[in-house]
């Protein structure tokens, strides 16, 4: 697509269920990364996948948060029991090949603003 | 550990006046890129400018620049000629050192920029 695609775009559970955030990466980004926005603070690296590499998961805050990456393109971010301080807007973003130097520009999509109540 | 250090939570500025803000970071490598990105309330990042940290000169996009000073590991945007539209929140962010996440970057806190008419 034209643009890294996110959805739900807003997202209101009750605490203790299961969520799903998606993420449609720019086709031929073999880049894809999850990042958490809490109200008032920066991004936190959540997860990075690159093309059939194994993730690197260091960001993840609990084992209740996993993400997969299907055929290379899109990904999804699950939140087991959620909690109330799961409430944020988690960010997809997508890249060409990851360089080294850190070169590469990441293209964001617009997140998922998730509230547990 | 890299840091990323926005120390202007909140900036304002006249419409067509300049304004400059502020980052500072940590990094032991000697090779690496700074971003600044913006931040409407779209949520969507939206890349600003980047520098590469061996050329001397200030990079430049339009009304965009960047002051950076390697040595004092400083790296402020300076925003001319400001615009309604450039009214968001601002993220510098760098990589992290050689042998992590390739590709992932460190976000400030963000600088929260109004423009006043």
């Known amino acids: 697509g034209a643009g890294v695609s996110q959805s739900p775009s807003n997202k209101v559970t009750e605490k203790g269920k299961d969520v799903e955030l998606r993420c449609d990466p720019i086709s031929g980004h073999t880049a894809l990364y999850w990042y958490r926005q809490s109200l008032g603070q920066g991004l936190e690296f959540l997860i990075y996948f690159q093309g059939n590499s194994a993730p690197d998961k260091s960001g993840l805050p609990s084992d209740r948060f996993s993400a997969e990456r299907t055929g290379g393109s899109v990904s999804t971010l699950t939140i087991q029991r959620t909690q109330q301080e799961d409430s944020a807007v988690y960010l997809c973003?997508?890249?060409?090949?990851?360089?080294?130097?850190?070169?590469?520009?990441?293209?964001f999509g617009a997140g998922s603003r998730l509230t547990v109540l | 550990a890299q840091t990323v250090t926005q120390s202007q939570p909140e900036m304002s500025v006249q419409e067509a006046e300049t304004v400059t803000l502020s980052c500072t970071y940590d990094?032991?490598?000697?090779?690496?890129?700074l971003f600044w990105y913006k931040q409407p309330p779209s949520r969507q990042m939206i890349l600003v400018i980047r520098?590469?940290?061996?050329?001397?000169q200030n990079a430049t996009e339009n009304r965009f620049s960047v002051n950076f000073q390697k040595a004092a590991k400083s790296f402020s945007l300076k925003i001319s000629d400001s615009q309604l539209g450039d009214a968001a929140m601002y993220f510098c962010a760098l990589p992290p050192n050689y042998g992590g996440s390739q590709g992932n970057l460190i976000f400030g806190k963000g600088t929260k920029l109004s423009v006043k008419p």
């Open positions: 990094t032991s490598e000697s090779d690496y890129y």
């Open positions: 973003a997508s890249s060409l090949a990851s360089r080294s130097s850190g070169a590469n520009v990441l293209t």
């Open positions: 520098q590469e940290a061996y050329k001397q």
